[in-house]
């Protein structure tokens, strides 16, 4: 562990955001994306790990085409630092891999090597953000747990309400996440964002005694379903779209403020404990 803090040593510590739902499809990826790249243009290096094990597709959104992944690494045919891809607007990008169930199931072997390895990635990042899948499998709660802040992303769609729900009052049961972000995706009127933030918001401190903070809403926009299909979603032109604006907007939220609290020291100590997590009940239930 010491020789670990040496190679970095001094490296202030990058604030770490979990990007997460309950219900799939809601737009967790183009949040993530959009936020990097409104991140950059607050001038904050970003590091976003694809941590969707299921269908990693951050790289397919960033336009970007990896040859290795994370599995490479556990496998030992690459080095960490070597799977860090470029990505537009100098975001960086450590790609998934399809068929990890749960980083936490790892070996102590491998662990071990994840460890060692992201002591390796030199370059420093202020901020890393975590693309995590859907739903309330332990390799998803795992990095909200780990993370800093964990950000909700909804629909008004009363299924993807439902399941956002139940994915707060598991992390909160759970995990003991007890303060999280919240943003509702797809709105069609801003009065239709407020309500749902404000009627989550209150249902969970009544119940759960949850604090969910307003991360904002974001419009629907056929421009955004349109740049998917071109593959011209992570574009500078993009971020100008009303939906890139409002994205732009969460982001000035979420990172433009007063510091956000870091509960790790360092990224390593973020991986320690991230990985070192006991399975919890909840696994295998979604
Ligand atoms: N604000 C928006 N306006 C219009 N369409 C949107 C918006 N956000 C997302 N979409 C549409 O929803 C689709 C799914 O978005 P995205 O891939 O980001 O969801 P996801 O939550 O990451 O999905 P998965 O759970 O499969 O990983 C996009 O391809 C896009 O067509
Ligand atoms: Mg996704």
């Known amino acids: 562990m010491s020789s670990i803090r040496m190679i970095n040593g001094g490296a202030r510590a990058p604030q770490v955001l979990a990007i997460t739902s309950g219900k799939g499809g809601v737009g967790k990826t183009l949040t993530t994306v959009n936020l990097a790249m409104a991140a950059r243009r607050l001038g904050k290096s970003v590091l976003i790990f694809d941590g969707d094990m299921g269908l990693a597709n951050v790289d397919i959104v960033l336009g970007l085409k990896s040859r290795y992944n994370i599995r490479d690494v556990l496998d030992g045919h690459a080095a960490l630092k070597d799977i860090v891809i470029k990505g537009p607007l100098g975001v960086d990008l450590i790609p998934s891999g399809s068929g990890i169930a749960s980083l936490t199931r790892l070996s102590h072997v491998q662990k071990q090597q994840i460890i060692e390895q992201i002591s390796q990635l030199d370059h420093h990042y202020d901020l890393i953000l975590i693309d995590t899948g859907a739903g309330i499998a332990d390799s998803v709660t795992h990095f909200c747990k780990a993370a800093d802040q964990t950000l909700v992303v909804t629909t008004p769609e009363p299924h993807a309400m439902t399941d956002a729900y139940a994915l707060i009052k598991v992390l909160a049961e759970d995990h003991g996440v007890k303060s999280l972000h919240l943003l509702v995706n797809q709105t069609r009127s801003e009065g239709e964002g407020l309500k749902i933030l404000t009627r989550i918001a209150d249902v969970a401190m009544r119940f759960l005694d949850v604090r969910v903070h307003s991360a904002g809403h974001v419009p629907f926009d056929p421009q955004v379903t349109k740049s998917v299909m071109l593959r011209r979603a992570a574009t500078e032109e993009s971020t100008h779209t009303i939906a890139g604006q409002a994205w732009g ?21 973020f991986w320690r404990s991230l990985l070192w997590q006991q399975p919890s009940r909840a696994e295998g239930v979604s």
Do not use: I
């Open 249 to 269: 907007q969460t982001a000035r939220r979420l990172f433009g403020g007063p510091e956000a609290a870091r509960s790790h020291s360092d990224v390593q100590e």
